[in-house]
C-alpha cells in the first residue's frame, strides 16, 4: 500500500504562488501510478482539482483552477506536484493528494490511497 505525503502549503496573499508536493513512499519500483489533487474548503465538500495520468502525458482540471494550477509529476522521485500560481482566497482549504486505479478519474471514491493533506490559506 502506498502512503503518500503532502507539503508545501501556507499562509499567502492572493495573486500570490504556492507549489505543493506529494510523495510516495512504500510504491513499488516501476511501478506508475496515476494520481490527483483534491481540495477541500471550510465548510465545504472534498472537490476535485487536478489529475495527472501515469507517464504525465494526460492532465486533467477543475474549471475554476484552470489556467492558474498546473499539475506534473516526476515518475523517478514518485513524487507529483501542484503550482499554483495566482491563489484566490477560494482557494483556501486542505489539499490532498490521491492515487487511483481509474483512468481520467475524477470522483474521490475511484481513488484508493490518500495523503492527510496540506493545509493552504489565501487572505489578505
Known amino acids: 500500500q502506498v502512503q503518500l505525503v503532502e507539503s508545501g502549503g501556507g499562509v499567502v496573499q492572493p495573486g500570490d504562488s504556492l507549489r505543493l508536493s506529494c510523495a510516495a513512499a512504500?510504491?513499488?519500483?516501476?511501478?506508475?501510478?496515476?494520481m490527483a489533487w483534491f481540495r477541500q474548503g471550510p465548510g465545504k465538500e472534498r472537490e476535485f482539482v487536478a489529475y495527472?495520468?501515469?507517464?504525465?502525458?494526460?492532465?486533467y482540471y477543475a474549471d475554476s483552477v484552470k489556467g492558474r494550477f498546473t499539475i506534473s509529476k516526476d515518475n523517478a522521485k514518485g513524487t507529483v506536484y501542484l503550482q499554483m500560481d495566482s491563489l484566490k482566497p477560494e482557494d483556501t482549504g486542505v489539499y490532498y493528494c490521491?492515487?487511483?486505479?481509474?483512468?481520467?478519474?475524477?470522483?474521490?471514491?475511484?481513488?484508493?490511497?490518500w495523503g492527510r493533506g496540506t493545509r493552504v490559506t489565501v487572505s489578505a
Open positions: 495527472i495520468s501515469r507517464s504525465a502525458a494526460i492532465t
Open positions: 512504500g510504491r513499488t519500483p516501476g511501478v506508475l501510478y496515476r
Open positions: 490521491a492515487v487511483t486505479d481509474v483512468a481520467a478519474a475524477r470522483r474521490a471514491e475511484d481513488f484508493r490511497s
